[in-house]
């Protein structure tokens, strides 16, 4: 087995440091929540994440998403729980989701709350983004997450995903709703036993080591009316949901905003500029003539997104380079030989054997 670099070699040095986007305060309570069920105590909890406990008090303030990989690389080995981010999604609360829980709440049906959900999903965060697609006799909730840890992403995606679902059930004032199946990216939990725990919550197939982790539904869910409706005070909060993302953009370069969403975008290796564009809400000439004035353009972020993070998945992982290069976007290996040698000056399976062989002479 190759073993990683014992300290950081002057290549894997290059790769710059993962960005992790943003989570919500009242979206880290509920890991915090978590945490203190399995009997640990908040105060260390936050210590240890660097978080201070009167941060906890501002609903409407964000912490980087690196306070929660610190959380969870605290909690994770203290806890006992394999399941500890399936099991979050019971402190789930309306305000859990900031005021875009608020919105879909007060929306008509579950099909008009989906639809909102990525228009106002950076309120929540901005540590992964949500697409709805359709495939026959089903539409896909996916949530393609940033964080590349393998362990803390299977407990943050098993909590969106389980959390969409308990609240989902709420806004619908039913609990028998469910989805159709639910799909994991990563693998089973070794002790089947478990199993059972997954099938509480979802109450649907499961299935792992999927290409992508979504929830499917009916379309007759999506039609399923909202226990709350009420047109008014939905137009209210969107005003105000509206000039919250008019601050946050207002916060971080539109640089940093395109550099943030093809990394969601990259896990699924399908960077569109016309998609980034529209999410942006704007045209592509318009994103191209914006990143110009902040003396950035669309290709480089994306070419410096990739060569970050290919080094990364080089250096950490045993992919292949044909699945590097599909994760990367690229629609053969040859193009990410050649792209990878432009960048780095050395071909992938170079990189690779030098860090192997630096890790090797530190061990």
Same mark, same amino acid.
């Given at each position: 087995?190759?073993? !990683?670099?014992?300290?950081?070699?002057?290549?894997?040095?290059?790769? %710059?440091?993962?960005?992790?986007?943003? *989570? #919500?305060? &009242?979206?880290?309570?509920?890991?915090?929540?978590?945490?203190?069920?399995?009997?640990? %105590?908040?105060?260390?909890?936050?210590?240890? @994440?660097?978080?201070?406990?009167?941060?906890?008090?501002? /609903?409407?303030?964000?912490?980087?998403?690196?306070?929660?990989?610190?959380?969870?690389?605290?909690?994770?080995?203290?806890?006992?729980?394999?399941?500890?981010?399936?099991?979050?999604?019971?402190?789930?609360?309306?305000? #859990?989701?900031?005021?875009?829980?608020?919105?879909?709440?007060?929306?008509?049906?579950?099909?008009?709350?989906?639809?909102?959900?990525?228009?106002?999903? $950076?309120?929540?965060?901005?540590?992964?983004?949500?697409?709805?697609?359709?495939?026959?006799?089903?539409?896909?909730?996916?949530?393609?997450?940033?964080?590349?840890?393998?362990? *803390?992403?299977?407990?943050?995606?098993?909590?969106?995903?389980?959390?969409?679902? !308990?609240?989902?059930?709420?806004?619908?004032?039913?609990?028998?709703?469910?989805? %159709?199946?639910?799909?994991?990216?990563?693998?089973? &939990?070794?002790?089947?036993?478990?199993?059972?725990?997954?099938?509480?919550?979802?109450?649907?197939?499961?299935?792992? /080591?999927?290409?992508?982790?979504?929830?499917?539904?009916? &379309?007759?869910?999506?039609?399923?009316?909202?226990?709350?409706?009420?047109? /008014?005070?939905?137009?209210?909060?969107?005003?105000?949901?509206?000039?919250?993302?008019?601050?946050? $953009?207002?916060?971080? !370069?539109?640089?940093?905003?395109?550099? #943030?969403?093809?990394?969601?975008?990259? =896990?699924?290796?399908?960077?569109?500029?016309?998609?980034?564009?529209?999410?942006?809400?704007?045209?592509?000439?318009?994103?191209?003539?914006?990143? =110009?004035?902040?003396?950035?353009?669309?290709?480089?972020?994306?070419?410096?997104?990739?060569?970050?993070?290919?080094?990364?998945?080089?250096?950490?992982?045993?992919?292949?380079?044909?699945?590097?290069?599909? $994760?990367?976007?690229?629609?053969?290996?040859?193009?990410?030989?050649?792209?990878?040698?432009?960048?780095?000056?050395?071909?992938?399976?170079?990189?690779?054997? @030098?860090?192997?062989?630096?890790?090797?002479?530190?061990?």
């Amino acid at each position: 087995m190759s073993q !990683s670099p014992a300290s950081p070699s002057p290549l894997a040095q290059s790769a %710059v440091s993962d960005n992790l986007g943003h *989570i #919500s305060i &009242p979206a880290l309570q509920q890991y915090v929540r978590s945490a203190e069920a399995c009997g640990l %105590v908040r105060e260390k909890v936050l210590a240890e @994440a660097g978080v201070q406990l009167e941060q906890l008090l501002d /609903n409407n303030g964000r912490v980087p998403g690196a306070v929660l990989q610190r959380l969870l690389n605290y909690v994770l080995p203290r806890c006992g729980n394999p399941l500890f981010g399936l099991q979050t999604s019971q402190f789930i609360q309306p305000g #859990s989701y900031s005021v875009m829980g608020y919105i879909a709440m007060t929306s008509n049906t579950l099909a008009e709350a989906v639809a909102r959900m990525p228009q106002y999903e $950076k309120l929540v965060g901005d540590m992964g983004t949500s697409t709805v697609e359709h495939e026959p006799g089903a539409i896909v909730v996916r949530w393609n997450c940033r964080f590349t840890d393998p362990l *803390i992403r299977r407990h943050i995606i098993e909590n969106v995903l389980a959390s969409w679902t !308990s609240y989902t059930r709420w806004m619908a004032d039913s609990q028998e709703l469910s989805p %159709v199946a639910v799909r994991f990216e990563h693998d089973a &939990p070794a002790d089947r036993s478990l199993l059972k725990h997954y099938q509480h919550i979802f109450r649907c197939p499961l299935y792992f /080591n999927q290409p992508m982790s979504a929830l499917l539904t009916s &379309p007759q869910i999506f039609e399923h009316p909202l226990r709350q409706p009420d047109v /008014n005070l939905r137009e209210t909060l969107e005003q105000h949901a509206q000039a919250s993302l008019h601050a946050l $953009k207002e916060k971080y !370069s539109l640089a940093d905003q395109v550099r #943030s969403l093809l990394r969601a975008m990259l =896990a699924d290796g399908s960077p569109r500029k016309e998609f980034v564009a529209d999410q942006m809400g704007m045209n592509v000439r318009t994103l191209h003539r914006k990143l =110009a004035d902040e003396n950035q353009s669309y290709q480089q972020i994306l070419d410096d997104l990739r060569g970050e993070l290919a080094q990364k998945y080089l250096l950490q992982s045993h992919s292949s380079i044909e699945d590097i290069a599909r $994760k990367l976007g690229f629609t053969e290996s040859r193009s990410f030989i050649r792209y990878f040698k432009g960048y780095a000056g050395v071909t992938p399976g170079e990189f690779r054997q @030098a860090a192997s062989k630096e890790g090797q002479g530190a061990a």
